[in-house]
């Protein structure tokens, strides 16, 4: 090829060059623009989808499960405390007549003209009522000398009462009541206590009645040590 044909060729290819660099350039502007165009509608489409629907289309919501809080009913009780304030020295000796062990009974009628005393004591065969019940037919000549009969109450069946007395040979006479009525009318029943658990039961208590037959004397919470002396020593002095 000759030298003028080169720099025809030349002169009319830079030309077509430019020419297709400016068409390439004009391609791509035209893709990003339509990226972004299509970048703009999704995100047109994703906030369109972000916001509420109007009134007329509402969409439903899923239903609440409704929930109930369980409450534990009180628990009814087939006996309430008594009251044990009305039972005071001066007052008349509440009568009674209860099954005693060895199948008879005992009343506070059998009793008249006599000084009288109840010990209320928990449960038959217990240390502390075991030991209560030896200490007050320990003293049951003394007590007889000084006019006094005793008398050991607890709920206990008849049946339990007499191996109770056999078993440590006991003297004085036991009275059944397993329906707490004696127990309630000299407030010997009530609310107890054990490690913060509280609960109705035999509170250990003495009464000491005169021969008139009023109350002379009340004895509540009772340490079993040395008590039996004690009550003797007053109903000595009545």
Known sequence: MSKQSRKKSSKTSGPARSAAKAVAKSSKVKSGSAKSGSVKSAAKSG???KTPAKAGNKVAKPPVKATVK???AAKP???SAPSTAGLAPGMKA???KLPRDGGGTASLADYAGQKLVLFFYPKANTP????EAIDFTRLARAFADSGTVVLGVSADSVKAQDNFRDKHALSVPLVSDERHEMLEAYGAWGEKSLYGRKFLGIIRSTVLIGRDGRI???WRNV???GHADAVLAAAKEL
């Open 70 to 72: 369980k409450t534990s």
């Open 77 to 79: 009780t087939s006996e």
């Open 94 to 96: 509440p009568g009674f």
């Open 216 to 218: 002379a004397k009340v």
């Open 223 to 225: 340490k079993v040590d």
């Open 128 to 131: 502390g009522c075991t030991k």
């Open 47 to 49: 906030a369109s989808s």
